[in-house]
């Protein structure tokens, strides 16, 4: 099940995160609104449910958190930029998925997304080397987290729950499918 549930692996930095780590993470982050929207143009409403794994979230689910997700990373960034060391506020994404938002039409999440991708992309771009050595702190695990280390996690999350909706729509619904390849 860890294959489906981290498709592409985990994150981990580089030992020492350099300019065109920053430069592809900050095109992947870019990228990301338009390459989600590809896929999922044409998929109807039945699809929109299909899962990666079971007791996955669904294509729907996926698209809705991406949004929640990097809405909460942009005001982590801002966070970190504008305070000394901030503790950032953790959230129940798990609880967050089920709610009645999140039966919503992905073209809402879509459009938070390709807007703040736009700001958020204007913001990274503009970070001096100092900016990115800022940290936060998540009170979770009491791990500093750099704004430069952020912006790769983010870049990686985009790219994790664009395989999970890949896995998806090749299982078409069938998680039989999904068992087969664990």
Avoid at 169 to 180: I, P, Q, S, T
Wanted: negative net charge.
């Amino acid at each position: 099940m860890e294959h489906l549930r981290f498709p592409i692996g985990h994150f981990h930095a580089p030992e020492m995160i350099i300019p065109s780590d920053i430069e592809q993470w900050i095109e992947d982050i870019e990228k990301f609104p338009m390459l989600l929207t590809e896929e999922l143009i044409g998929l109807s409403q039945e699809q929109l449910e299909w899962s990666y794994r079971p007791d996955g979230w669904s294509i729907r689910q996926l698209t809705h958190h991406c949004a929640d997700s990097h809405m909460n990373s942009f005001i982590r960034f801002k966070l970190a930029l504008t305070e000394d060391k901030p503790v950032i506020k953790p959230y129940e994404e798990a609880l967050w998925a089920k709610l009645p938002d999140n039966e919503s039409d992905v073209t809402e999440s879509l459009f938070i997304l390709k807007g703040l991708h736009a700001r958020w992309v204007q913001l990274l771009k503009n970070l001096s080397y100092k900016d990115l050595d800022r940290e936060f702190v998540h009170p979770e695990n009491g791990q500093t987290v750099s704004v430069a280390e952020n912006i790769g996690i983010y870049a990686w999350h985009g790219k994790h729950h664009l395989e999970h909706i890949r896995l998806a729509k090749g299982f078409k619904g069938d998680m039989a499918k999904a068992l087969e390849i664990l």
